[in-house]
């Protein structure tokens, strides 16, 4: 069974860096996209980072391009969200996806927000 399992959220003061992990399990990564998503109150689901994990492309929407890295270590079958100088807007409960790399591309994933397995969920606040 495909599960996907977020870890590494909590409380940050703004401009700090928490770093976030989905392990993965019952697949083998080398055959998905993987991507990170987050909603926060009253917002829409964003695509906030994504990876592919056989060639290691990705992408970044600009609201958080420079700030977040995401990386993946196919060994351990995780993928990783680094994200540094986090603001308040940051605040959301953040989600990882997979989707087989056959269905879409990286970009396409974040921006339509495309899942065919999805996480439990990590919270992430941003506040002084």
């Known amino acids: 069974q495909l599960q996907l399992v977020e870890s590494g959220g909590g409380l940050v003061q703004p401009g700090g860096s928490l770093r976030l992990s989905c392990a993965a399990s019952?697949?083998?990564?080398?055959?998905?996209?993987i991507g990170w998503f987050r909603q926060g109150p009253g917002k829409q689901r964003e695509g906030v980072s994504c990876i592919s994990t056989s060639d290691g492309s990705t992408y970044y929407p600009d609201s958080v391009k420079g700030r977040f890295t995401i990386s993946r270590d196919n060994a351990k079958n995780t993928v990783y969200l680094q994200m540094n100088s986090l603001k308040p807007e940051d605040t959301a409960v953040y989600y990882c996806?997979?989707?087989?790399?056959?269905?879409?591309?990286?970009?396409?994933?974040?921006?339509?927000?495309?899942?065919?397995?999805w996480g439990q969920g990590t919270q992430v606040t941003v506040s002084s």
């Open positions: 019952g697949f083998t990564l080398d055959y998905y996209n």
């Open positions: 996806a997979a989707v087989p790399r056959t269905i879409t591309n990286v970009q396409a994933m974040c921006v339509m927000r495309i899942g065919s397995s």
